[in-house]
């Protein structure tokens, strides 16, 4: 015989929820926000640049040669309006034991504020200086190994980049990702070097070489894939990506003769230029079936949000760029061996500079509206906002683009 007591055993619930672990944001440590009193109304703020003068001989009668200037516009234009939204049944509200509304509401201005983080680190792309593959004897475009041995060089050669357009020494920084600081960390234990005292910045860990260091979950990267055969039935392409809270779950296309109803299945369409089109496609919309796609779960279109593709029918590639996301695992079981993801153009970029390098313009701070839902006892819970962001020249030659590659880093 077995005692069987469990009917009396008493169940409770925590005093709290869990918590969650939204990537902690940088961007309002390393942006100019000087526009956002200019932009209080309006969505278009200009700031021209003068064309450069040089020295000329003067004539030996005092003559003197006038040199033409140009004044260049550019404009920074509030273009992003985003926003999470959720509803509650009153009834769920007045029973729940925890604050549901609060505490999502607080949810949806963290991940807000994640999305203007990771656009502002995606600025990186318009650098003028890059430090890649080719600062090592390698080839220029290339993205290089991270190690131990060249972390130091790394700082060296971008803050010489930095000298080159004679970008201040004052306010430098660098935005780091933590597969970055792993290396360098490691290589200053062994050195014994110190890394510096940490404050209160977001973000902020230390100082190295004149630069500020801060740690990021949501730098940004890019990958090309080359597709020059059509694909076989069956053939797959994967991204492994991280949500918000950094846990990676993997994304499968599969190309498909006949398209079926598998969602995530590609239409190979007779061609590599089809198959590649439709792959592209369903990556950035994902939502969407139609004759070349069948759209993805709700959990994956979600997964992808800061992932594009571009598809090029001439170099036969599809690159992926992935904002706020740290780095993107990408794999596939294409038949031709050729066909493969690049290793040396799979890029985490990791962003050096002086700070105020990129201007942003928070129009509308995060948000809430509380909306009753027609037709249903409870509420719409809308948090939004608006923002603009821009690198203008002046801030493109204060800052390095530092390419390594992200295939040196595992998923888990």
């Known amino acids: 015989m077995a005692n069987s007591l469990s009917a009396s055993f008493a169940e409770y619930w925590s005093k709290r929820m869990q918590m969650k672990h939204y ?54 234009t509030i273009n992003k309006e985003k926003e999470v939204s959720f509803y509650v049944k009153d009834l769920d509200a007045i029973q729940s034991d925890y604050p549901t509304i609060n505490k999502y509401a607080d ?23 890059v430090v890649d593959d080719a600062d090592f004897g390698g080839t220029s475009g290339n993205g290089f190994n991270l190690t131990e041995s060249n972390v130091f060089d790394v700082f060296l050669i971008a803050g010489e980049k930095l000298d080159r357009r004679n970008a201040p020494e004052e306010g430098r920084f660098a935005v780091l990702s933590p597969q970055f600081c792993r290396v360098l960390k490691s290589a200053l234990v062994k050195r014994e070097s110190a890394w510096g005292d940490k404050i209160g910045e977001r973000g902020y860990i230390g100082m190295y070489d004149n630069f500020a260091i801060y740690k990021s979950n949501g730098v940004y990267s890019t990958y090309v894939l080359s597709l020059a055969t059509t694909p076989s039935d069956g053939d797959t392409v994967t991204l492994s990506v991280p949500n918000s809270e950094g846990t990676r779950t993997t994304i499968t296309f599969t190309f498909k003769t006949t398209l079926g109803s598998t969602a995530g299945n590609v239409a190979i369409g007779g061609s590599a230029d089809a198959a590649r089109a439709n792959l592209s496609e369903l990556i950035n919309a994902p939502s969407t079936t139609d004759a070349g796609q069948v759209a993805l779960s709700a959990a994956n279109i979600a997964l992808l949000k800061g992932i594009t593709a571009t598809n090029d029918d001439t170099a036969d590639t599809l690159t992926l760029t992935a904002s706020g996301k740290s780095f993107v695992v990408v794999g596939e079981t294409l038949t031709d061996a ?75």
């Not at 129009?363 to 203008?392: A, E, H, L």
Request: charged share 30%; glycine share 8%; net charge negative.
């Open 107 to 129: 949810d949806s201005a963290s991940a807000l504020s994640n999305g203007i983080d990771g656009d502002v680190l995606s600025e990186v792309a318009n650098a003028l200086s």
């Open 23 to 76: 990537r902690e944001d940088v961007f309002r440590e390393i942006a100019s926000f000087e526009e956002e009193v200019t932009l209080k109304t309006g969505d278009i703020v200009h700031r021209p640049y003068r064309s450069n003068l040089v020295v000329n001989d003067m004539g030996s009668e005092g003559s003197y040669s006038r040199q033409d200037v140009t004044d260049t516009d550019e404009s920074l």
């Open 338 to 412: 050729t066909d493969a993801w690049t290793p040396a153009k799979q890029l985490q970029r990791n962003l050096f500079g002086v700070k105020g390098c990129i201007d942003v313009v928070i129009q509308v701070k995060p948000n809430i509206k509380t909306k009753s839902r027609d037709g249903y006892i409870g509420d719409d819970v809308v948090s939004w906002n608006v923002y603009g962001k821009k690198t203008f020249a002046e801030g493109a030659r204060n800052m390095v683009d530092v390419k390594i590659r992200a295939d040196q880093f595992l998923a888990s």
